[in-house]
Nanobody, 114 residues
């Protein structure tokens, strides 16, 4: 599975941004997709995930602000991020999990700063 993430950038606190991740290879509808992030000096952490069946899960820190979605027709997963905070600043990674294997895309930088 190959993953290509896009949509990062710089935004002011309170702003919004949407990340996209296009997947190729595998049967996308059967692949669990997720977004992780890693801030400087911190471990990579799960932000949000969506199973092949559409079950969602979120980190407590982003509940109510971030929304993960997937479009199986175009083999893509999205992360809509609203009410962004400086602590959301990190490199965001798209992740695919299938048949016991994890696949990672290159990260995309999000910077939230005034």
């Amino acid at each position: 599975v190959q993953l290509q993430a896009s949509g990062g950038g710089s935004v002011q606190p309170g702003g919004s941004l949407r990340l996209s991740c296009a997947a190729s290879g595998g049967i996308f509808s059967r692949i669990a997709m997720a977004w992780f992030r890693q801030a400087p000096g911190k471990q990579r952490e799960l932000v949000a995930g969506v199973s092949g069946g559409g079950l969602l899960n979120y980190a407590d820190s982003v509940k109510g602000r971030f929304t993960i979605s997937r479009d199986n027709a175009v083999n893509s997963v999205y992360l809509q991020m609203n009410s962004l905070k400086p602590e959301d600043t990190a490199v965001y990674y798209c992740n695919a999990r299938t048949m016991g294997m994890h696949y990672w895309g290159k990260g995309t930088q999000l910077t939230v700063s005034s």
